[in-house]
Structure formats: structure tokens, C-alpha cells
């Protein structure tokens, strides 16, 4: 599966599942960790785990495995498919590591570009 198809895939997971604020940063010209950052936050501990295992089983039923997971039992949830990574947070974690801030000299990619295709 390609890059343009995996960010794809995943936000349109999240979307389903009703994640909120869901970017896609690019960050291949400014690290060699990821090609992609998607980024979304989910409504309480439990939304933000069933958003990960969602993606994480949409991708598996298409043969994509994640390289490793992390977080599970916290306000953060990482999942790395190595080119792209995701992070899904509850708000308040969200606000407080602030990717968003961290990485502002990256390109966001059009989200609403992926929900209508």
C-alpha cells in the first residue's frame, strides 16, 4: 500500500468513528523518523482505544501491520506503520504535548482531500 493510500485509509477510519480534529502533518522534509504524522483526539480514554483498534484492524484486514503500538493504557496512543505515524489523544494531552506547535514548520496535508475521495 502506498503513503498516499495508508493516510487514506487511516483518516477515513477516524473519521467513521467520529475522531475530532484530525490533521495529517508531513514531516519527510524535516526528519527521517516518518514520512507522515496524522493526528486526532477522541472524547475520553475509552474512545481514544477503540479509535487505535480501528485503525489498527482496518489496515490488518487490508495485510498492513503496525511496526509497534504504545500507549495503550494512556492518554496517548502511537501507532507506527513505519512511513506514517499516528497519534491519537485525549484532548487534554492533546493540548498539553501540542504536536501541532512542535512540528508548525511541516506542510499540512488536506484532510478533507482524503474524506472525499
Known amino acids: 500500500m502506498n ?14 468513528k467520529k475522531a475530532i480534529d484530525i490533521k495529517a ?4 522534509e524535516l526528519t527521517i523518523v516518518a514520512d507522515c504524522f496524522i493526528i ?14 480501528e485503525v489498527e484492524d482496518a489496515l490488518s484486514k487490508q495485510g498492513v501491520e503496525p511496526l509497534h503500538i504504545e500507549g ?16 491519537i489523544f485525549q484532548r487534554e494531552s492533546r493540548e498539553y ?8 514548520d511541516a506542510d499540512y ?5 482524503f474524506l472525499a475521495e
Open 3 to 16: 503513503n498516499s493510500d495508508l493516510i487514506k485509509n487511516i483518516i477515513k477510519t477516524l473519521d467513521d
Open 25 to 28: 502533518i508531513e514531516i519527510k
Open 40 to 53: 486526532a483526539s477522541g472524547t475520553s480514554s475509552t474512545h481514544v482505544k477503540a479509535l487505535a483498534g
Open 72 to 87: 495503550r493504557a494512556t492518554g496517548w496512543i502511537i501507532i507506527d506503520y513505519n512511513s506514517v505515524i499516528v497519534h
Open 97 to 104: 504535548y501540542n504536536l501541532e506547535r512542535l512540528w508548525q
Open 109 to 113: 496535508l488536506d484532510v478533507d482531500k
